[in-house]
């Protein structure tokens, strides 16, 4: 019998029937949290780390959440990277075009999509992004003698522990999740073979505790929260003047009290009463020196660091202000962290899902079929026409099913109507111009021979017949001196001296012909009032 390892890599044994009952039971406790960004310090968010890394995630994973709920630019950032994923689409294909194969992938795909709706499966797999891992509990069920999965339940990240008991630790001990249940809800339990789908999000080297992204964004959540505390604290002060109540030296302890009420009051309620004795003044508060901009540039540091690590950029959230949306037009999360969360989605589905339906049904040695996300970014079609029209500038022109097929425009069918360009309009200016007697002389370029005029003509039969004197007298020597020369200085004083030694007669002839001839031509285009 094969050896089959689990997603951990450890040897297991499976049993002719997957475990159906579920083990993950989430319980009333599940539903509160210790609240650990209350208060958040540098030194508890330190404490919080060493507890992650020792094994015990609770707190670490409350964090992560609380990070999320309470910091709208981080929530934002971090939706973006899920839903550029789960934007995209996807589908199962066969691991050969054999029959039984094809048979594996049609059943492993009737499972899979009436799961309602799978895209919410994976996100809380995509989770895995921001606390480094996701946990998600098969429910296996039976249709007739199919083993099938009824759903996939979502598992809290805190209900996971990377520790054993004293005597079991090992180094494996902090790479191989255990599962807090009722049962065991200290040490927690190993789930059974293929009832537990465990994503890892491998952003970098070490173990999964510390890979996820807002690992790193804690430290940046911590100082926004300072930043905003303060920023706070002085828009108060700011944005109040001060209240400065006087009272005459001789009054009395009540009339102070009552002038200090008053005072108090009119923060709030901009209306007491004091006697007339007693003064009050509002004295403006001094114009902030960009102390309010210090607030501002710190905040927006912070979002744009956490930017960066979730998304890979940071032009992504807030556009210029007079440019549409963003400040280039550019994907939301950089397009190789949007291929790396597919593919690591697609292997966790293929290995930790696809593998235990195709085994317990059709045979453990049987190949798997694929799960695919197509996250290759669509072809410029627009820059592609450009090619072809530049290619067709130097005579290479591509067939036209060849095109058809690139642009996906089908080839017309005999009796289609086929669309033409629009014919070239004459100017209006040329139409308004014209009067009996004269005529529009037609672009040279496109012209057909019979609108071509006597100029025209001339022009084209000296162009032919200078063509050879032009070739013997100028292209011919020049040629020659590119060939020899040995430098840019040299071929330059070569052309000079050739200038000199040309002998341009017989195509000074050719011009003198030609002007005659077109004298004459005009002429006779005069005399008959052309």
Request: cysteine-free; overall charge negative.
């Given at each position: 019998m094969a050896i089959l390892f689990d997603q951990f890599g450890r040897e297991i044994q499976v049993e002719k029937r997957p475990e159906t009952r579920q083990i993950a039971v989430t319980t009333i406790r599940d539903r509160w949290s210790n609240y650990p960004?209350?208060?958040?310090?540098?030194?508890r968010l330190s404490a919080i780390f060493k507890e992650a890394d020792g094994g015990d995630v609770a707190r670490q994973a409350e964090l992560f959440e609380e990070m999320e709920e309470k910091d709208t630019h981080l929530f934002s950032e971090l939706q973006t990277r899920k839903n550029a994923v789960l934007g995209l689409d996807y589908d199962i294909t066969p691991w050969s075009e054999s029959a039984e194969d094809r048979k594996i992938r049609d059943f492993v795909a009737d499972c899979l999509f009436s799961l309602e709706p799978l895209e919410e499966s994976l996100l809380d797999l995509l989770d895995a992004v921001g606390k480094g891992y996701a946990l998600s509990e098969i429910l296996w069920g039976f249709d007739g003698s199919r083993a099938v999965i009824e759903r996939l339940e979502w598992i809290h990240a805190k209900k996971a522990v990377f520790y054993e008991r004293g005597a079991d630790i090992t180094a494996r001990s902090f790479e191989v999740?255990?599962?807090?249940?009722?049962a065991e809800p200290v040490y927690g339990e190993i789930m059974p073979p293929f009832k537990l789908v465990y994503h890892r999000y491998k952003a970098r080297s070490g173990y999964d505790t510390r890979a996820g992204v807002l690992r790193v964004c804690a430290w940046m959540y911590l100082f926004?929260?300072?930043?905003?505390?303060?920023?706070?604290?002085?828009?108060?002060?700011?944005?109040?003047?001060?209240?400065l109540g006087k009272y005459d030296p001789l009054a009395g302890r009540d009339e102070k009290d009552a002038l200090l009420a008053a005072v108090r009051s009119l923060g709030s309620d901009a209306a007491g009463i004091i006697s007339k004795n007693t003064e009050i003044e509002f004295i403006e508060s001094a114009k902030a020196t960009g102390a309010d901009n210090l607030y501002d540039a710190l905040a927006n540091f912070c979002d744009k660091q956490m930017s960066k690590a979730i998304l890979g950029q940071t032009a992504t959230t807030e556009g210029t202000p007079g440019r549409l949306g963003n400040d280039d037009v550019q994907d939301k999360v950089r397009h190789d962290l949007v291929v790396s969360d597919a593919e690591a989605l697609c292997r966790t589905i293929r290995f930790q899902i696809i593998r235990p339906?195709?085994?317990?049904?059709?045979?453990?040695?049987k190949p798997l079929p694929w799960f695919k996300i197509f996250h290759d970014q669509p072809e410029d079609l627009k820059t592609a026409s450009e090619v072809y029209v530049n290619l067709s500038k130097i005579g290479f022109y591509p067939s036209a099913e060849h095109v058809a097929e690139k642009f996906k425009i089908p080839m017309p069918?005999?009796?289609?109507?086929?669309?033409?360009?629009?014919?070239k309009a004459e100017p209006p200016a040329a139409v308004a111009n014209k009067t009996?007697?004269?005529?529009?002389?037609?672009a040279k370029d496109g012209a057909t021979e019979a609108e071509k005029d006597a100029a025209d003509l001339i022009a084209d039969r000296l162009g032919r017949e200078s063509l050879s004197l032009t070739d013997e007298f100028f292209l011919t020597p020049l040629k020659r001196l590119?060939?020899?020369a040995q430098s840019l200085e040299e071929l330059r004083d070569s052309i000079v001296d050739l200038y000199g030694e040309m002998d341009p007669a017989e195509l000074g002839t050719v011009i003198a012909q030609a002007m005659m001839i077109a004298d004459m031509s005009g002429r006779y285009e005069a005399a008959n009032g052309n």
């Open positions: 960004s209350q208060g958040l310090t540098p030194e999740p255990r599962i807090l249940t009722e926004k929260n300072y930043v905003l505390k303060d920023w706070v604290a002085f828009a108060e002060v700011f944005g109040m003047p001060l209240r339906l195709v085994g317990w049904n059709f045979g453990w040695d069918q005999k009796g289609e109507t086929i669309l033409m360009p629009p014919e009996p007697g004269t005529r529009v002389i037609a590119v060939e020899k």
